[in-house]
């Protein structure tokens, strides 16, 4: 865990949105806007790791993709804080400037049996980074590729073999190398253990968590567990339909959620499923991005909402201690 007395920046995220319009009927006439992200804003601290939480819809993945610059925002700001360069702004750049930074910002993918391409060898796929500033030789690259597979928890012998010789926690070990073999600054882990057997998640979560210590690196973890995130974050954001609900300490939102939406996350965790009441279940399904409902978003799932919750949106508050939240109610719901 990251020591709170040295926070330094290394990316903040501004206002960032995506919309689109999505089209339909006999004319392909717009049915109207999507707003995938709308208005996010956080900041991470190197050597920390920050979650990103929700249900599938909310937002989170296409967070991360706006950061990976896999797609370009409607609007908002991304700042990388390099440790050489300093704050480089990465939504104007192109890619080919882009394409150093690549080394520095590296992501873990949800599906390890997607994510690697089975005509390529281990040596191939966990050395493709390195190579992708268009220089060097795979094998100029082997000792390095060697060294981030014994620390992932892989024999280098097995450099030689293709994808569909390993497990899924192999494969996703594979995924962790091919991310970590640049030494990036940030990872961005999204749904990095949902696709696999609950027996070998937490394998993989303390493989992440060592890691961490040993290349002092930064974390963006994308989950819609939050059993996953309190484990491995110390920060968190909650998101629903595109807009971040409550954002603050890890420890201070398991212990203290302020919005309904949290609550009901949380009483989906096994553990504490059993001392939620059942007023605050999370009940029916993400509200449809395409047609928000009026108000707070949340209002039609929610056991609190009251009329005004059907009229206005509530603005993120501050809670102090770093705690934030939108909810019209949310100082008479702390700590019940
Ligand atoms: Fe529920 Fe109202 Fe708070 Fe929205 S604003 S989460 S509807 S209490």
């Known amino acids: 865990m990251m020591d709170p007395t040295k926070k330094e920046l290394l990316l903040e995220v501004n206002d960032l949105c995506m919309h689109y319009s999505v089209q339909g009927g006999f004319f392909d006439k717009s049915k ?16 920390s790791a920050f979650g990103l939480v929700g249900e599938s819809g909310c937002g989170k993945t296409t967070t991360g993709r706006l950061i990976m610059k896999v797609m370009k925002p409607t609007s908002g700001s991304i700042t990388f804080y390099d440790n050489k360069l300093g704050p480089i702004e990465l ?9 150093p930074l690549r080394k520095k910002i590296q992501m873990v993918f949800q599906d390890p049996y997607s994510s690697l391409d089975p005509r390529m060898t281990i040596q191939q796929i ?66 990095p253990v949902s696709a696999l057997d609950v027996s070998v998640q937490a394998q993989i979560l303390n493989l992440l968590k060592e890691l961490q210590q040993v290349f002092d690196l930064t974390y963006l973890f994308i989950a819609h567990d939050l059993s996953v995130i309190r484990y491995m974050c110390d920060t968190l954001a909650v998101m629903y339909v595109g807009r971040i609900v409550e ?43 395409s047609n928000l409902p009026s108000g707070c978003y949340f209002h039609p799932r929610c056991p609190h909402a009251q009329d ?13 201690n770093e705690h934030q939240t939108a909810c019209h109610f949310d100082l008479k719901l702390k700590g019940i």
């Open 308 to 320: 005004i919750c059907k009229n206005e949106y509530p603005p993120l508050r501050d809670l102090g």
């Open 247 to 289: 954002i603050g300490r890890s420890e201070d939102i398991f212990h203290h959620p302020a919005h309904p939406y949290t609550e009901g996350l949380l009483s989906i965790i096994p553990r504490t499923n059993t001392r939620t009441k059942p007023g605050k279940m999370l009940k029916g399904a993400i509200a449809d991005a």
């Open 32 to 47: 109207g806007l999507v707003k995938a992200v709308d208005g996010v804003s956080f900041k991470l601290y190197k050597g």
């Open 91 to 99: 939504v104007p750049i192109s890619n080919k400037k882009m394409r």
């Open 126 to 191: 966990v050395g493709e980074p390195l190579r992708a500033g268009g220089r060097g030789e795979l094998h100029e690259y082997k000792n390095k590729i060697a060294d981030i597979l014994q620390k992932s928890g892989l024999s280098p012998d097995y450099m030689d073999r293709y994808p569909h010789a390993f497990s899924g926690g192999q494969r996703q070990r594979i995924g962790i190398a091919r991310a970590l073999v640049t030494q990036p600054q940030l990872v961005i882990a999204d749904e």
